[in-house]
């Protein structure tokens, strides 16, 4: 069974700095695109950083120069380091990984439960 697990979301004061975690387990994922993404009330799920399959990084622009994305792929983890947070950063924060393979007809997409960031001004 595949499981995604967050951890280390809080309440953080703006200036901040918050390390979240994300352990995957059920599954080889070093192939996987992996990635952290974001939802804050009554707006669309986006992404905030995250690999390529090939090993290339993405960042969204309002994080640039403040977070950082980090993988383990010995300890199936994907760290999200933010720094400098702001009152905007505040949502629930998911981890996803994706293995599809549309060539073969292949779905693998999954997502963790979420941990909630929470800054302060």
């Known amino acids: 069974q595949v499981q995604l697990v967050e951890s280390g979301g809080g309440l953080v004061q703006a200036g901040g700095s918050l390390r979240l975690s994300c352990a995957a387990s059920?599954?080889?994922?070093?192939?996987?695109?992996m990635g952290w993404f974001r939802q804050a009330p009554g707006k669309e799920r986006e992404l905030v950083a995250g690999?390529?399959?090939?090993?290339?990084?993405k960042y969204a622009d309002s994080v640039k120069d403040r977070f950082t994305i980090s993988r383990d792929n010995t300890m199936n983890t994907v760290y999200l380091q933010m720094n400098s947070l702001k009152p905007e950063d505040t949502a629930v924060y998911y981890c996803?990984?994706?293995?599809?393979?549309?060539?073969?007809?292949?779905?693998?997409?999954?997502w963790g439960q979420g941990t909630q960031v929470i800054v302060s001004s």
């Open positions: 690999f390529s399959s090939d090993g290339s990084t």
């Open positions: 996803h990984a994706d293995g599809s393979d549309y060539n073969y007809g292949l779905v693998l997409d999954y």
């Open positions: 059920g599954r080889t994922f070093s192939s996987y695109a």
